[in-house]
């Protein structure tokens, strides 16, 4: 396998978003300092250190290691995510926020074992789809371990509960499954299964339950269920054409909740209106489309499987918040990556497209 440069147009990309995320979370931020200054700080000081500086340290190291040899160790690592993700049911080591148990704390951060759990599961079915090959299209070798790895990831996630990630984790599975050769009858079956599954959790997760009614409802519950969709709304509609311009948004002061997690998006789109909202998306579409094309001029079958896997993740990540920002899909608790506060989601974001990159200077 010959050596070749890193794929600068990528690179590019990945560093315009990091940036204008920065610039954009910056002034999201304002309204959360203006609400608390404590916790302003411990958010920032999360965002900077563990997300930007320590996230671009993982992201050099990822894009020197030879990626192969991420194949090498897939178990471990893979069992080592499901430890992480453990870990959120121990006392005094994992702790519960807004409901839900899924974060570790380590000193003074504040890590999420699900970015860890992520990145394991995709190498560790990389690695199994490149060593069956045409086994894949087999019930053995196939279908039947995607259905164990699937148990596995319900059993820790829907346990915290984490559904988005779920969701999103086994959407890149299935991506991995076709590229690999997966049959199409195969899918179908998972369909089945899935429609059967999201049955299940409508009847037994009331918040699922409230979230699709608000989604199919949404002038209901204005004041409660709705109040999100709604002010996030308000503000995408009150940027117009160009914006209020750079800090200058209302809604985050007072109004959007999460204005720098879940509600992000609707903060730029106040700020920097229909062309900067635009701007985004297509930033996140040239970074998919140039990581598909990394992919699809990749030989070698678990660097090809790596950088589908990664971009899936991400980027379906990314557009499940901007379309519930828009109200196309219903409110998630997805993060918008590269923008969004969340240091544990920008380290690992950061750390796996620098396993793009070193996939990129192979072939």
């Not at 984790?169 to 998972?190: K, T």
């Not at 608000?214 to 709705?226: G, I, M, R, V, Y």
Request: positive net charge.
């Amino acid at each position: 396998m010959n050596r070749k440069k890193i794929d600068r147009p990528f690179l590019i990309s990945v560093i315009i978003l990091v940036v204008a995320g920065f610039f954009i979370f910056t002034s999201a931020a304002l309204g959360l300092l203006a609400r608390n200054g404590a916790t302003f700080a411990s958010v920032a000081f999360n965002q900077i250190f563990l997300g930007l500086f320590l996230g671009g340290i993982a992201f050099i190291i990822t894009t020197k290691i030879d990626y192969r040899l991420w194949r090498k160790y897939s178990l471990p690592i893979y069992i080592f995510s499901i430890i992480a993700c453990v870990l959120v049911f121990i006392p005094h080591i994992g702790f519960a926020s807004g409901g839900a148990k899924r974060w570790i704390s380590i000193g003074p951060l504040s890590l999420q074992p699900a970015e860890i759990y992520k990145i394991g599961f995709i190498i560790y079915f990389a690695a199994w789809l490149t060593a069956v090959k045409q086994g894949v299209a087999t019930f053995r070798h196939g279908l039947l371990p995607l259905l164990i790895l699937t148990g596995i990831t319900a059993g820790l996630l829907l346990a915290q509960p984490d559904t988005d990630t779920f969701f999103i984790i086994i959407f890149a599975a299935l991506s991995m499954y076709i590229v690999a050769g997966g049959r199409f009858r195969d899918l179908l079956i998972i369909a089945i299964i899935g429609v059967i599954g999201f049955g299940v959790l409508y009847e037994t997760r009331p918040y699922i339950r409230a979230r699709v009614e608000t989604f199919l409802h949404p002038s209901n519950n204005a004041l409660t269920s709705s109040y999100q969709a709604q002010q996030s709304q308000i503000a995408i509609g009150s940027g117009q054409f160009l914006g209020r311009g750079f800090g200058q948004s209302v809604q985050k002061f007072n109004f959007l909740p999460e204005p720098i997690g879940d509600s992000i998006f609707a903060v730029a789109a106040e700020e920097f209106g229909f062309v900067g909202s635009v701007t985004i998306i297509l930033l996140y579409l040239f970074f998919s489309l140039r990581a598909l094309k990394i992919a699809a001029g990749t030989p070698e079958t678990f660097g090809r499987l790596i950088v589908v896997g990664i971009v899936i993740l991400i980027i379906s990540e990314s557009f499940i918040n901007i379309g519930a920002m828009l109200g196309i899909l219903p409110l998630s608790g997805t993060p918008l990556l590269f923008i969004s506060h969340g240091g544990t989601a920008l380290f690992f974001s950061l750390a796996e497209v620098g396993m793009i990159l070193n996939v990129s200077k192979r072939k």
